[in-house]
């Protein structure tokens, strides 16, 4: 074992503040990273914070963090065999029933529980480590390993391309990638935000229309007209208003969390044959997948960079809406503390 910097929060209600955590030595199939860039992702704020209580009770101390980017600083020097589960062995490890999340879960090698990457340094089975294409800024690309992938992968499931007609409701980190992706996939694009200010940014990241969703009639405009809309609002909404935006046989794929459960107007869904799923991050094939896209359309989040020292200013300001649209966090900022 060997200790590492990191940032924690040690209940639900006080701030993260700076701590040393133990990491596991590298084994023959590990890898070990010393972070550069790491995302903030409203997911860190829900957990930090306990506010999904009822199906993942947070394990206090905690340090989040998922959206790791870095330099490969020692390497195992072999890669053991596997019993991959059928979930595993189609490339679904996100379905996985022996999942072993960034943080916030057993963890396997050390006991307690999984550390993220608001933190110096982190050991990963080389299985799970990804290649960023080098023309890619890795402060930008770190988004894309939560952010992008979760939004990615639903419009790829779901067959987003061109003549399609899109909506992205809800233009924070999430929303903003899935309108960088429907862009990209050739498809049309309608942004539903509460925030009249997003607007000109909308229509810049890619979308062709833009709809303050609190504007009922501009949102009936769009009655009965789309085939897919992403569903990325981190807070109670009314869902039923954006299914009945659905052609017959279009899906909402929900990706946002909300603490509390959604209202559905079952009528919404009976009438037009729609449907309603959510889905999780991505499976560590289809998420190498899209970072090539990202390289090849030279795709990466927005972000706005902070230093460690401003993260618990920063979940405040993700609460107000208040991020354009990713906080990335510079991990030199805790080398130098
Ligand atoms: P974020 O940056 O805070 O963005 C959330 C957006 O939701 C806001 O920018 C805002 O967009 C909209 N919003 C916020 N409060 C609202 C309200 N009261 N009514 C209507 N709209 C509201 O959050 P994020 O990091 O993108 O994460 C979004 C959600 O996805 C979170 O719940 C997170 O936990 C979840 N998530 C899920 C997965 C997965 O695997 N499925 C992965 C990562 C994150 P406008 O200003 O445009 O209205």
Not at 204 to 231: C, P, T, W, Y
Not at 327 to 333: K, Q, W
């Amino acid at each position: 074992m060997y200790n590492t910097k990191a940032y924690s929060a040690a209940s639900a209600t006080s701030p993260l503040a700076r701590t040393t955590i133990a990491r596991r030595d590298p084994t023959e199939r590990d890898v070990q990273i010393e972070i550069l860039f790491c995302g903030i992702c409203h997911s860190d704020l829900h957990q930090v914070r306990n506010e999904w209580s009822g199906v993942m009770p947070t394990v206090y101390p905690c340090v989040p963090g998922h959206e790791i980017v870095g330099r490969v600083t020692k390497v195992g020097s072999a890669v053991t065999k596997f019993k991959p589960c059928p979930e595993c062995q189609a490339g679904l490890e996100q379905f996985c029933p022996n999942l072993t999340l960034t943080y916030n879960l057993p963890d396997k090698h050390l006991g307690g529980v999984t550390y993220g990457g608001y933190s110096d340094s982190i050991v990963v089975d080389q299985r799970f480590v990804l290649r960023v294409p080098s023309n890619l800024n890795l402060a930008g690309a770190a988004p894309l390993l939560c952010a992008g992938i979760t939004t990615y992968s639903p419009m790829r499931h779901w067959g987003v391309t061109k003549g399609k007609k899109v909506s992205v409701v809800g233009l924070g980190g999430l929303g903003h990638m899935g309108v960088k992706f429907a862009h990209a996939l050739g498809a049309h694009v309608v942004v539903f935000t509460t925030s009249p200010n997003k607007k000109e940014d909308s229509l810049r990241l890619g979308a062709d229309e833009v709809v303050i969703s609190r504007n009922a009639d501009e949102m009936q405009k769009h009655a009965g007209s789309f085939d897919f809309i992403l569903d990325a609002v981190s807070a109670d909404h009314d869902i039923s208003a954006y299914i009945n935006l659905l052609r017959r046989d279009g899906n909402i794929t929900l990706v946002g969390a909300p603490e509390k459960p959604l209202a559905v107007s079952a009528f919404g869904l009976i009438m037009g044959r729609r449907s309603l799923s959510g889905s999780p991050i991505g499976g560590i094939a289809e998420t190498q997948e899209m970072l090539d896209f990202c390289g090849q359309h030279n795709i990466t989040a927005d972000v706005e960079v902070i230093p460690i020292q401003k993260v618990n200013e920063a979940y405040e300001r993700l609460l107000k809406s208040d991020v354009k649209y990713r906080f990335s966090i510079d991990m030199a900022s805790l080398r130098s503390e």
